[in-house]
């Protein structure tokens, strides 16, 4: 049947999206007598959608985000600090466009890495690649990657990604040889990219965290400046949620 040769030809053509909407669009297409060009129109379509969505998925992959979190999943039935006009705001990713910084501030489990780890996702599922680290386990990379022979190829690798997520920053100090790698690391992506901090600690007291004063004022500068700055409040996310689910029950 021409039905099964298209989808061969198409596979074949590893033209996935159309492989899979063929047979519903040329039904589609008999009952409305749509015009061929119309037809066509609509598989592409479904190619340009399935592409998408593959690419999406690699990319959330290739991120290494620690938790499944998506924005639509933020709770704003309680004050929060993110007013609702700040949050569409950040939806619309303009952010990304400025090459400006995210920078999440707030207390252990009030949902800065719930909400980083969601606009990470968006980003992904918009066709633009993220990273996702936690600063502990970064430094751990960079050790392992020194030791290895790889350290230049590894930073590479992070100053492509066009958002970087740095997790937990300023839970303590930083060595001079960890300060060094973020400033080297910070210095390539500056105005390439974004980068979205998540901290318990205010930027006033970062500089604080690093021994040498004028690798501290670099950094801080290349994190600050441009950024927008988001306190969290409102208590315990988690906790809330928790709260929530039981009373639903």
Known sequence: MIHDQVQTIAHSL???GIHAAFKRRAEEALA??????EFLRLLLEDEQLNRAERIGKMLITKAKFRSHADLEDWDQTFERGLPKPKFKELLCLSFLA???NIILLGKTGEGKTHLAIALGRRLC???FSS???PMNFFFEEIQAEKAAGRYLP???KLVKAKVLILDDFGLRAYSHEEA???MDLLEE???KGSTIVTSQTDPKGWEKLFEDPVIAEAIVDRLVNPSQKITLKGGSYREKIHQKINHSH
Request: net charge positive; no cysteine.
């Open 180 to 182: 060094t790698a973020l």
């Open 154 to 156: 590894y930073l590479r």
């Open 189 to 191: 992506r500056y105005q």
């Open 98 to 100: 400025h090459h400006e």
């Open 125 to 127: 599922t918009e066709g």
């Open 131 to 133: 990273a996702f680290l």
């Open 14 to 16: 590893r033209l996935f």
């Open 32 to 37: 409305k007598s749509l015009h061929p060009l």
